[in-house]
């Protein structure tokens, strides 16, 4: 009998010590359940912050992209600009050099029409009409 109360005692400490162990165990899976549900929290801040920077990265290349149609409409203006200075200083100098040419066939004595045509020319060129 002896014997059977000492396996019978030995039986209930590994009971409890089983008891103790598994309840250990309840404890760190409980604790790492929690962890990894604050990790998928953060997992999913972090989805909306990576939506939130794809979005603000859109709207700057819009604004990079509308930036680059206004550079470049400035510089078709530009050119423009200075192709109409240009085009209207070549007419002046023509109309200056058809001036001098009829001057200078009045002064030689041309004939009275080729004096009226080189007058004509030159008002055209110069826009007289």
């Known amino acids: 009998m002896k014997e059977t109360d000492a396996s019978l005692a030995r039986s209930a400490r590994v009971v409890a010590e089983t008891l103790q ?20 929290d953060d997992a999913d801040a ?20 509308t930036d680059k149609c206004l550079a470049l409409l400035l510089l078709l203006v530009m050119a423009a600009a200075v192709c109409a200075v240009a085009a209207k200083v070549v007419s002046q100098k ?13 002064a030689a004595g041309a004939a009275p ?11 055209k060129l110069l826009g007289l009409r």
Do not use: P
């Not at 604790?31 to 990790?39: A, D, I, K, M, P």
């Not at 972090?46 to 819009?62: I, M, P, W, Y």
């Not at 029409?113 to 008002?123: C, D, F, I, P």
């Open 46 to 65: 972090l989805r909306e912050s990576l939506g939130r920077a794809r979005g603000l990265v859109v709207d700057v290349a819009r604004g990079m992209a």
């Open 113 to 123: 029409a080729a004096k009226a045509a080189a007058v004509l020319v030159g008002r």
């Open 21 to 40: 162990v598994g309840a250990r165990a309840a404890e760190e899976v409980e604790s790492h359940s929690r962890q990894l549900e604050r990790v998928l």
């Open 94 to 106: 023509r109309a200056a050099n058809a001036a001098a040419a009829a001057a200078a066939a009045a």
